[in-house]
């Protein structure tokens, strides 16, 4: 079952903008994840935020989670044409990986 | 280095046909997955396998079987009872100290 939907379900922004995406989610989580996608390839994990955080960063990523409102955000800023790739995020019920959940994705494409 | 291989990155095949898709991860993980991937949509689970001997079906295992007889290997087979076996196919792995999941590169099956 596809527990996470993501909004929008494409994004086209020029280099240099903030690309944010969403993801709503259904059930308790122990943890929230995004990975990346690069056109016919596997998924790289990107950043994970537990259920009792609100907000991480890494690099030139930001992610926010609100357990009341079932939904996270991703947000890359000053974004590069390489950051074109679909975002997924994945929930995590018990924090061992073991049962990920994604949603359906955000098809990024950077401009120059 | 490090990681997971998927073999072959294209197959056909012809309908009727089995076919096994291999998947060999190095990275000494004790959890195995499969999933399916439809063109703009997210992962949905197959079949995965905590530790050797064992494994569980996903919310798709219809028309799917696997093997878990080594640490390092994790092979899926679509049987001619999948009604619709085109599709990108992804294995992952990952270890419980990790929350997170490392894929392969994936194999994109054609059956006609």
């Known amino acids: 079952s596809q527990q996470g939907e993501e909004d929008p379900q494409a994004l086209s922004i020029q280099e240099g903008e903030n690309a944010t995406m969403n993801c709503s989610y259904k059930?308790?989580?122990?943890?929230l994840q995004w990975y990346r996608q690069n056109s016919g390839r596997g998924l790289v994990h990107l950043i994970l935020?537990?259920?009792?955080?609100r907000e991480k960063h890494s690099g030139r990523l930001r992610v926010t989670l609100d357990t009341s409102k079932k939904s996270s955000s991703l947000l890359i800023t000053a974004s590069r044409a390489a950051d074109t790739a679909s975002y997924f995020c994945a929930t995590d019920p018990t924090g061992t990986a073991s049962k990920l959940t994604f949603g359906t994705g955000t098809r990024l494409q950077v401009t120059l | 280095d490090g990681g997971i291989t998927q073999s072959p990155k294209y197959l056909f095949r012809k309908e009727g046909q089995n076919v096994t898709l291999s998947c060999e991860q190095n990275l000494n993980h004790d959890a195995m997955y499969w999933y399916r991937q439809d063109p703009g949509q997210g992962l949905r689970l197959i079949y995965y396998s905590q530790i050797v001997n064992d494994f569980q079906k996903g919310d798709i295992a219809e028309g799917y079987s696997v093997s878990r007889e080594k640490k390092e290997s994790f092979p899926l087979t679509v049987t001619s009872a999948q009604k619709n076996p085109t599709a990108f196919y992804l294995c992952?792995?990952?270890?419980?100290?990790?929350?997170?999941?490392?894929f392969g590169p994936g194999t994109r099956l054609t059956v006609t």
């Open positions: 992952a792995s990952s270890v419980g100290q990790r929350n997170e999941q490392y």
């Open positions: 935020i537990r259920s009792n955080e």
């Open positions: 059930t308790s989580i122990n943890n």
